[in-house]
């Protein structure tokens, strides 16, 4: 497993009847699951649900203890397939991803699933990783959702108030036999907060029961005929009992006064910063003791009609806010009103941008606007509200923007993957530019300077793929990067099976760091690590040779930028067809450093002889072109100015945070680019060997030095 | 809208109308945002509060730029806050910077403002990757930060909180908390920060440590915005005990035969001639500079303050010192190159120390070292010279201070004697002298031309391909300037031409600039 352990999380698992849980929302959502008692869990890692994942993943005696089933799926759509546990048999179930991305790749399973329906409750968790600070496209979950009529729950940023929505979720959907997404933006999941908690449920019914005594039924496979009647079902049972649960149980929520000429419906996730804006504009205070009529949709799938009209029925206009596009709640709720003929108005996007996060600072220009199209009243003296904009157009200020520099992401101190790049970078300047597909990983860093490299990004496994037209005879090859995680998410079949069974003359890449590195270091099926609950340790070369790949090139040390330059040479150089299969292995630093950092401490706490090495520039020699710099990138490779008059350009500097992993000696050599660089090796508890060695050594040197400095001039005149 | 509607009185929306106290952490990943973050809602929990804290980690976990985000309020009568999950521009009472560019963009981002915010933010730079791939100086004004810091901030505390938290043996996340502590914003003692960190366990000593020099730093009182002063560097110019009398000549020399406005550059140049090669090296420097200085002063330089000669000091100095394969053996082999490594790795005494060269000769290097006669022919036949090359041309790793390396560098670092004579020597000199032309028949009839000509010097640096590259850049700026030399504007040109080199490696902005210039000359 990652060399992190989340034992203090475990422990939060534990928490019964009577405990207060500190911590992440996506913690509390963990916890839910148990609480609701799930039978199994599954999912697959990424920014925001990764912590699920690796708790879970170290939480084996508290799962054992309850019968709960844990995998890491392969991929989403493993995850998702994975749900058809609850189809026959009344288990409860959930799988987590990161989506949009993680939906999509998600939604055939999905759509099987939700036509059939589902016995057990079913809950599938999706961390929305949309507006700042994502990394993926912009768009919405609610479309798979509405498509493939799944309840979509947008449960209020409160950790109570998504605990809850946790536990009735399950019931809804055993309720309307409908699987149901729970939608949680990034910052929720990361929001630290607090909830009372209950007792973990041991499911009911188990997986072993459910094994043991097998049932079939025709009727909810997707096939004709049973597929025409499970659309039927959807439109006929499915959807009135879901909103009669949603009702009767008050998921949605009134708050502020029953009356008022203008109010305001939204997604749950958006309640706090509605608040927040409200205050700004006197209307509320920090407590939610709102002035303005709110009706909060923590179900944002299914629309209730009725709620929505009773709502509406005696205000003058109502503003919907909802964040992202398309604006599928304003034109649900238009639907409603017209069909049932109320006269409210409904604002929303016009006075609310259409994409973009819904920070206070937008509600706050939203709100301000709608209220004063529709109820200006009750602006009142409209008290000052927040507002940056006179520092931010002040000359110092403006003039700042010129100044501070972007500070995009990059690969880590260390990062094996970097000199990968600085090979590549070395080929670029000798065979011309490639064409190049990334694909999603740490490496798809490679696309930000220092690298520059790398034309698009097709989603995750799928960069090898994406060279897939480029499969013609040509004057250069295409080269695709894909790291290890997208190899066995899907890229072994999609992007190696398919260059080997179309001929594909082009280079493949695949960086092997031993662990998901960019969704924080989780096992896979190559990981080098021994864990005890998965078979790792399987190797990508056998599965390329395997799947019929025949040059295929195995790097063990990716640091050898020599040896990777030549062997990307020899790729896009050598007569041999079919693709070229390069696999380049060393491990992830970030994790081997977790792993290795405290057991240098120990030995040389403990008398043991240990050499560390590190790296560092003869600032004299260095020229201060910093060549070397944009070959590498390297957080701990940066520039100081020295205290010179006779030098204008500040010299390359290496800090104290490297860890000595050889990138920039090896790139300064096979680059030649100049000997400022040198590695300091420094032995810790050296043996009486070493000791004499270097005196002896030294003794020698020290002479020769002194003899040599004696014919110099004397330059303190100078000085 | 309606007069009366602006007139109308606001009745207050509940007793609590004020705001949760609001703090912006703004980091690069990895820079302990996370345990500042907790800490301070551990902090505000333990008096009752209700805290929440969002972050956005995603791909900024890896030196991106990242921002956590705290709000914390007491309860009322048992009801929660509800609390924001970003920060408000305009509304934020703390901002805490853990590095200054990121100070300038907690500004741009309106976090900082007059009415409302503390400033807490470490004045050290961290630069990013755009600052330090400039084949030039990349290096953002910090300046600019600090003017904007005045007009933004209601309070500003601002040291080097990472050279702090460093000197107590820990990480710049105590040394913030620390400085919270000492700013006095938010309403808790000192014993309750500290009961937070203390609780930490692992590394809490050094971090109370930090946390309290941090303390009593602010409570020192005001905060100087200077950079922070500068270590002195140790010096690897070798010196002997022995005075020479031809250098107490030179000296003489320099302070009668240069302005003033030049000296202190021409002693640094004089300086580093010497350290290169010898006395009589310097000698021959101050003999060009005297030729320098006379057109100087014949074109009125006196009252430009002698910039052409004080450049020309810096300039020809720096190509008098080329870089050979002399000059790196020798700085390598000095003694105060290893004392230097040995203090920045902080080495003590039971500890050895062994250094690694990566040295990548070419036949081109060996070639320059050897006489200038027997270099060319050598250099005309390809053939003798490639099958050389594929002997010499390989990666070396050298163990600098085993012995058989060390007396293999120490030997070549000696040869000064031979590199006079060299190829190199010549080709240096030859390009030299072409350069100090052209600037001196600019002098006469533009003065600033003729100074930023000299100045072109600095695009010739590097090793191997960077210096070809360089050498290449000089030329295509040296032949753009004698395309506009007769123009009024000829130096701003050159300013700008040199600049433009400067920017990136491949020479795509300098080459836009020729262009430019083609479309009028």
Request: proline share 5%.
């Amino acid at each position: 497993m990652a060399e992190r352990s989340f034992a203090r999380e475990v422990e939060d698992l534990r928490l019964g009847n009577g405990d207060t849980f500190r911590g992440e929302g996506i913690l509390a959502i963990t916890k839910a699951l148990l609480q609701s008692g799930v039978a199994y869990v599954g999912g697959y890692q990424g920014s925001p649900i990764s912590h699920l994942m690796d708790v879970l993943a170290d939480a084996k005696d508290v799962l054992d203890d309850l019968g709960v089933v844990f995998q890491s799926s392969a991929n989403e759509a493993a995850a998702a397939a994975m749900l058809s546990a609850s189809v026959m048999y009344p288990l409860r179930g959930a799988v987590a991803w990161k989506s949009t991305v993680g939906t999509n790749v998600a939604s055939d399973a999905l759509a099987n699933l939700a036509s059939g329906g589902v016995t057990g409750g079913t809950m599938i968790i999706v961390g929305e990783d949309y507006g700042e600070g994502s990394s993926i496209m912009q768009e919405r979950t609610h479309a798979f959702a509405m498509k493939s009529q799944m309840w979509l729950l947008d449960p209020r940023p409160e950790h109570e108030c998504i605990v809850n929505l946790i536990e009735k979720g399950f019931e809804l959907s055993e309720v309307s036999n409908t699987p149901v997404m729970l939608e949680v933006r990034v910052r929720a999941c990361h929001m630290h907060g607090s909830f009372a908690c209950k007792d973990n449920v041991r499911p009911a019914h188990t997986i072993k029961d459910a094994l043991n005594n097998p049932k079939r039924d025709v009727g909810r496979i997707v096939l004709p005929p049973a597929a025409y009647e499970h659309e039927q079902e959807k439109i006929r049972t499915r959807m009135p009992a879901a909103i009669g649960f949603i009702r009767d149980n008050k998921l949605n929520e009134y708050m502020g006064p029953k009356q008022g000429k203008v109010g305001i419906i939204m997604q749950g996730g958006m309640y706090n910063n509605v608040i927040r804006a409200l205050q700004y504009l006197g209307l509320s205070d920090a407590y939610g003791n709102t002035q303005i009529p709110l009706y909060i949709m923590n179900v944002t799938y299914p629309v209730i009609d009725a709620e929505v009209a009773e709502f509406c029925l005696d205000k003058d206009a109502v503003l919907i806010v909802e964040e992202g596009q398309p604006e599928y709640l304003e034109q649900a709720i238009n639907t409603v009103l017209r069909r049932k003929d109320i006269q409210a108005r409904v604002h929303g996007k016009d006075v609310l941008p259409m994409g973009g996060d819904y920070t206070a600072q937008v509600l706050l220009g939203g709100v301000r606007e709608f209220l004063e199209k529709t109820e200006p009243r009750l602006l009142g003296n409209r008290p000052p509200a927040p507002d940056a904009t006179p520092v931010l157009n002040h000359p110092a200020v403006e003039k700042l923007k010129q100044v501070v520099p972007a500070r995009p992401p990059g690969l880590c101190t260390g990062c094996p993957e970097r000199p990968i790049f600085a090979a590549m970078k070395l080929v670029e300047e000798e065979l011309g530019q490639h064409h190049v597909s990334a694909d999603i990983g740490c490496h798809l860093f490679s696309i930000l300077p220092p690298f520059n490299i790398g034309a698009t990004t097709m989603g995750f496994g799928l960069g090898p793929a994406s060279t897939s037209a480029f499969n013609v005879k040509a004057d250069k090859r295409s080269i695709a990067v894909m790291g290890d995680g997208g190899f066995w998410h899907n890229g072994l079949t999609s992007g190696i099976g398919n260059a080997v069974f179309n001929k594909h003359d082009g280079v493949f890449v695949i960086v092997d760091n031993y662990y998901t590195s960019a969704t924080g270091g989780q096992d896979i099926l190559s990981s080098r690590a021994i864990n005890k609950r998965r078979k790792t340790n399987n190797s990508i070369v056998q599965a390329v040779k395997g799947i019929g790949g025949q040059w295929v090139r195995q790097l063990d040390r990716t640091y050898d930028v020599g040896k990777m330059r030549d062997t990307l040479k020899e790729a896009l150089t050598t007569k041999e067809e079919g693709p070229k299969v390069i696999v380049a292995s060393s491990e992830c630093m970030l994790n081997k450093q977790r792993r290795v950092k405290p057991q240098i401490s120990k030995a040389i706490k403990d008398g043991t002889r240990v050499v560390k090495e590190r790296f560092g520039v003869d600032e004299d020699v260095c020229t201060g072109d910093h060549a070397c710099i944009r070959l590498s990138g390297c957080p701990s490779l940066s520039v100081k100015q020295l205290d010179d008059p006779l030098r204008d350009d500040p010299v390359a500097a290496i800090d104290n945070s490297c860890v000595g992993c050889g990138n920039c000696g090896e790139v300064s050599e096979a680059a030649v680019l100049c000997p400022s660089f040198y590695r300091a090796d420094v032995i810790h508890n050296p043996t009486r060997w070493d000791m004499f060695k270097s005196k002896v050594a030294m003794s020698v040197i020290g002479w020769l030095q002194r003899r040599r400095d004696r014919r110099r001039p004397a330059l303190e005149a100078l000085a | 809208m309606r007069d009366e509607t602006v007139r109308l009185a606001l009745p207050a929306a509940g007793e609590a109308t004020e705001r949760p106290i609001s703090i912006a952490i703004v980091a690069m990943g990895g820079q302990g945002g996370g345990v500042l973050t907790d800490w301070i809602v551990q902090l505000a929990e333990n008096h009752g509060w209700v805290a929440q804290s969002t972050s956005v980690p995603g791909v900024a976990q890896r030196t991106g730029a990242t921002i956590y985000y705290i709000e914390a309020m007491p309860p009322l009568d048992g009801r929660k806050p509800i609390l924001s999950l970003m920060p408000t521009p305009g509304d934020v009472d703390v901002v805490m910077a853990a590095e200054f560019m990121e100070a300038g963009r907690s500004i741009l981002r309106g976090l900082v403002t007059p009415d409302r915010t503390t400033l807490i933010a470490s004045n050290h730079r961290s630069f990013a990757i755009g600052e330090k791939i400039a084949p030039g100086n990349g290096i953002a004004d910090g300046g600019a930060v600090t003017g904007a810091i005045g007009i933004a901030a209601k309070t500003e505390i601002i040291f080097d909180l990472n050279a702090l938290a460093i000197a107590h043996g820990s990480v710049i996340s105590a040394a913030m908390f620390g400085a919270l502590a000492g700013a006095g914003v938010l309403p808790f003692s000192r014993d309750s920060y500290l009961d937070v960190i203390r609780k930490g366990g692992k590394g809490a000593k050094a971090s109370v440590e930090t946390f309290e020099a941090a303390f009593e730093r602010v409570k020192a009182g005001p905060t100087e915005l200077a950079a922070p002063a500068k270590a002195k560097p140790v010096d690897n110019i070798a010196s002997s005990a022995t005075p020479d009398p031809q250098l107490g000549e030179l000296v003489a020399r320099l302070n009668q035969e240069l302005p003033e406005p030049a000296l202190g550059m021409a002693r640094a140049g004089l300086r580093k001639v010497i350290d290169f090669q010898d006395v009589a090296y310097g000698g021959e420097y101050l003999d060009i500079l005297k030729t320098l200085h006379a057109a100087d002063r014949n074109a009125g330089g006196g009252a430009h303050a002698y910039a052409f000669t004080e450049t020309a000091a810096k300039y020809l100095a720096n190509a008098m010192t080329y870089d050979d394969v002399i000059r790196v053996a020798d700085l390598k082999t000095r003694a105060g190159r290893r004392a230097r490594i040995e203090s920045e790795l902080e080495m003590s005494n039971g500890q050895v120390l062994q250094t690694t060269e990566f040295m990548h000769p070419r036949m081109e290097e060996v070639m320059g070292m050897l006489p200038a006669g027997f270099g060319r022919w050598l250099g005309a036949r390809p053939r003798l010279l490639g099958w050389l090359d594929r002997r010499v041309n390989r990666g070396r790793r050298v163990r600098t201070y085993s012995l058989p390396w060390f007396l293999a560098l120490y030997v070549v670092g000696g040869m000064r004697g031979l590199r006079r004579r060299s190829l190199r020597h010549a080709v240096e000199t030859a390009h030299r002298d072409s350069w100090l032309k052209a600037a001196t028949e600019a002098v006469g009839t533009n003065y600033q031309l003729g100074v930023e000509i000299l100045q072109c010097r600095r695009l010739v640096k590097g090793y191997s391909d960077t210096h070809s590259r360089g050498l290449s850049k000089f030329d295509r700026t040296l032949a753009a300037i004698k395309l506009v030399e007769r123009r009024e504007d000829a130096a701003d040109w050159a300013r700008r031409l040199r600049e433009a080199a400067l920017k990136d490696s491949a020479g795509t902005a300098l080459d836009g600039v020729i262009q430019t210039i083609k479309t009028f000359a």
